[in-house]
């Protein structure tokens, strides 16, 4: 197969530049099969990979998701969903990932390591393996067991295993265990990519925390190579400010193979999207409608100026007694098949007595949501206007954010109003599961 990336606008590895482009996959390239039948996938960027778990989008069946408006053909995996055993029963299965979890052939499919909405874990890592906390146990998951699975599922893109670590702020350690990760996830990838037979684009990981002197390092390991597809930025996920993971990413871009398209995992809510294009990523997960979805909220954020005078906050919170007697639609004028069939009062109602269909409902509304505002950004950098949208969309969800210079000159975020990923991993449960949450428990009356 061929990845290729099309950058409509050029820009060099000095700038970091909003890029719109387009990422193309011809699997006809490698012959074999029905391959040749099928006509190439092609990504309008910047977009997103749908997030998955198990290799099913969270609360939506195949045929529920088949009615979506036009997702991106794009979806991601990971490895530690089928991390049933240290050496999953999944790699003896020969007709391939696209068919192992009932998935469009025509789909762009990614193979990853971890989820990016588990922000705590537990397991350490060694020399030789990464350690995994999965259902069943920890895991140990090796370059060559991944480089097996690429070969057995034959993934189109694919993300080696990285040393991610995350150190305080001043480092305890001098900067040693960032060091030794830098060494380590070099390592690993050429030993996954020594082993590996089935042609996937390879994303690798750019490294070093918060280590400018390290990440120079990585970055430029990786811009020396001509074997690497792609750029993963999967070690921000930190419990770092936003602005300040921009800057990590910044730094390395100026370093890295301009041409190549880059990938950003931590940054799914819109307005870390938003900055994030504005510095030149290209890709990203979908977790921030899950993350929504799994809360209880209708998303309502817009990113056009022509609805600037819209009155509507970022999310509307479905739990409220105030959606009771509402029969009005999540959002007025939305054409998202929750929206056309159903009213605020039933979705209120199915969250209240734990229906499964409530989740099912709101994950519809809040992923067609996500896809117009990726479609909005496009059309906004088509006529030039992203940094002035995204400077109104700051100021309207009051993100107290300033940008300036059209790439982003970033202050602290003294307020995120887009936190709702940043409290999925803490959350217990989903809001249709019998057990009730605290936030939304009845107040208790104690009688002495």
């Not at 390092?217 to 020396?224: D, E, H, P, R, Y």
């Not at 609805?307 to 939305?334: I, K, R, Y």
């Not at 998202?336 to 159903?342: I, Q």
């Not at 896809?371 to 206007?385: K, L, N, T, Y």
């Amino acid at each position: 197969m061929a990845l290729r990336f099309e950058l409509a606008n050029i820009a060099t590895s000095s700038t970091v530049v909003p890029r719109r482009g387009k990422l193309v996959l011809d699997r006809s390239a490698t012959g074999g099969d029905s391959s040749a039948e099928r006509p190439a996938t092609v990504l309008e960027t910047p977009t997103f990979f749908k997030y998955t778990r198990h290799g099913l989008q969270p609360h939506l069946v195949p045929e529920v998701a088949a009615e979506l408006d036009a997702l991106p053909m794009a979806t991601r995996v990971q490895a530690e969903d089928f991390l049933e055993s240290d050496t999953p029963d999944c790699v003896k299965f020969g007709d391939g990932l696209h068919k192992f979890i009932a998935l469009d052939p025509a789909d762009i499919l990614l193979l990853d390591t971890l989820d990016p909405t588990i922000t705590v874990r537990v397991a350490k890592s060694t020399n030789t393996y990464m350690s995994i906390d999965s259902e069943g146990g920890t895991r140990r998951l090796t370059p060559g067991l991944f480089a097996q699975l690429t070969n057995s599922l034959r993934p189109d893109i694919i993300i080696p295993p990285a040393d991610i670590v995350e150190e305080p702020l001043p480092s305890l350690t001098q900067g040693k265990r960032i060091s030794k990760s830098v060494a380590r996830s070099a390592k690993w990838l050429e030993e996954c990519m020594a082993a590996l037979t089935h042609p996937a684009a390879v994303f690798a990981p750019v490294v070093g925390s918060h280590s400018l002197e390290l990440r120079t390092m990585s970055a430029k390991a990786l811009a020396a190579r001509h074997d690497i597809a792609g750029y993963v930025f999967n070690d921000v996920c930190l419990t770092v400010p936003l602005e300040h993971k921009l800057r990590l990413v910044n730094h390395s871009l100026r370093i890295l193979d301009a041409s190549k398209p880059r990938y950003m995992l931590g940054a799914s809510a819109p307005d870390a999207v938003l900055l994030a294009v504005l510095s030149g990523i290209d890709l990203f997960d979908s977790s921030y409608p899950y993350a929504v979805t799994e809360q209880g909220l209708a998303s309502t954020y817009v990113l056009d100026q022509d609805n600037s005078a819209n009155v509507l906050p970022h999310c509307l919170d479905m739990w409220q007694e105030t959606m009771f007697a509402d029969f009005g639609p999540l959002v007025d004028g939305c054409t998202c098949f929750t929206c056309r069939s159903h009213h605020r009062s039933y979705i209120h109602h199915l969250l209240k007595t734990k229906e499964m269909l409530a989740t099912v409902l709101l994950q519809i509304h809040n992923t067609h949501w996500y896809q117009r505002f990726f479609a909005d950004i496009r059309r906004s950098m088509e006529r030039g206007s992203l940094a002035a949208d995204a400077a109104l969309f700051m100021q309207k969800y009051d993100c107290e954010t300033q940008l300036s210079g059209g790439i982003g000159e970033l202050n602290r975020l003294a307020n995120r109003p887009f936190s709702e990923l940043s409290t999925l991993s803490a959350q217990t449960c989903s809001p249709t599961t019998k057990i009730q949450r605290k936030r939304h428990a009845e107040p208790q009356v104690v009688t002495l």
